[in-house]
């Protein structure tokens, strides 16, 4: 039977705040990587695997944006996003519908035509515009690279996924299959969590904050409450560049710290099926994103590239 099954590796990449993890999320029907509508959500490499026991297993792996580095972890960033197209068997690049190619896309072009693999070009947020807008979008990137394949969809509204997923097993070669059929991703829960923490502070708080925030988990523990169901308790703390940052980030008697934590624990609830006790802090570490030392302690790792 496994030799009728394909698998193999396709990176979703693109500059920031395009739809790659709204669209990994939808295919993969789970929410693992977070998302919102700042830029640089992503930061690390993260890989979610799609069976159909039909035809076989795609792993997703889903890159931060690649866009002009600022500081060291921007850096980081876009290493692990160009160094992700080497090692796969076919790039999905997602693009906004629009007719101007700027910079940013000039330079992912670039990129691509070091490599050798199949490129699937995605126009995500079609159902933003007019169908006949989208033939000029198309013909006018089919001018700059030669795509395999050209398809217009939407993470978000789920249209033409399917034929994102038909294309994708086009593309890749009969062989076993990476993962159980039940791996959903190879994030360790731990980092799933601080990720889904991070979400929703990135949603909660004000422009200039975000970028400066990572989330570490002290402690994660589970017990069993007295009515015998499971309880799991957590420990987390919320790292920001300023001590102006950490006002906003605690807010008025506390008030934005309890809506992050809310908001996080219910998503947290979702994903481990069990009722969740989530502490917040919140510390200042001065240029953390300059600081090879505390991008290390974040979790961001030069030797993981």
């Known amino acids: 039977m496994e030799n009728n099954l394909k698998s193999g590796f ?3 990449i693109g500059r920031p705040n395009v739809g790659k993890s709204t669209l990994m999320n939808h295919l993969i029907g789970q929410k693992i990587a977070i998302t919102s509508n700042k830029p640089q959500t992503t930061r690390n490499r993260i890989q979610t695997v799609y069976t159909d026991e039909t035809r076989g297993q795609i792993v997703f792996v889903d890159t931060p944006g690649i866009h002009q580095a600022k500081n060291k972890l921007g850096e980081y960033m876009v290493r692990v996003a160009e160094g992700s197209l080497k090692d796969v068997d076919v790039i999905l690049w997602l693009v906004e519908p629009d007719s101007y190619i700027g910079a940013g896309e000039r330079h992912i072009i670039e990129e691509l035509k070091k490599t050798n693999v199949p490129v699937i070009l995605v126009i995500n947020k079609a159902d933003t515009v007019e169908k006949t807008k989208i033939l000029e979008y198309i013909d006018t990137y089919r001018k700059v690279f030669d795509f ?10 789920g249209y033409n996924l399917d034929d994102i997923v038909d294309t ?11 993962y159980d059929a039940d791996t959903v991703t190879d994030q360790p829960e731990r980092q799933i969590v601080a990720e889904m923490i991070r979400e929703k502070a990135l ?10 925030i990572a989330v570490t988990i002290e402690k994660m523990k589970k017990r069993k409450a007295a009515s015998g169901s499971k309880i799991i308790d957590i420990e987390a703390e919320i790292i920001c ?11 008025k008697g506390g008030a934005m ?13 979702r994903l481990l099926e069990c009722k969740v006790n989530l502490k917040l802090w919140v510390k200042v570490k001065k240029d953390w994103r300059d600081s090879d030392f505390l991008m290390k302690n974040y979790g961001y790792r ?3 590239i």
């Open 10 to 12: 396709a990176a979703i």
């Open 257 to 269: 710290l309890k809506k992050i934590g809310s908001n996080a624990r219910f998503e947290i609830e």
């Open 302 to 304: 030069k030797d993981e």
């Open 168 to 178: 994708i097993f086009k593309y890749l070669t009969y062989g076993p299959m990476f």
């Open 241 to 251: 560049e300023k001590n102006s940052h950490k006002g906003i980030i605690i807010g």
């Open 203 to 212: 949603h909660a708080l004000d422009e200039e904050v975000p970028h400066g």
């Open 148 to 157: 395999d394949e050209i398809i217009p969809a939407s993470a978000l509204r």
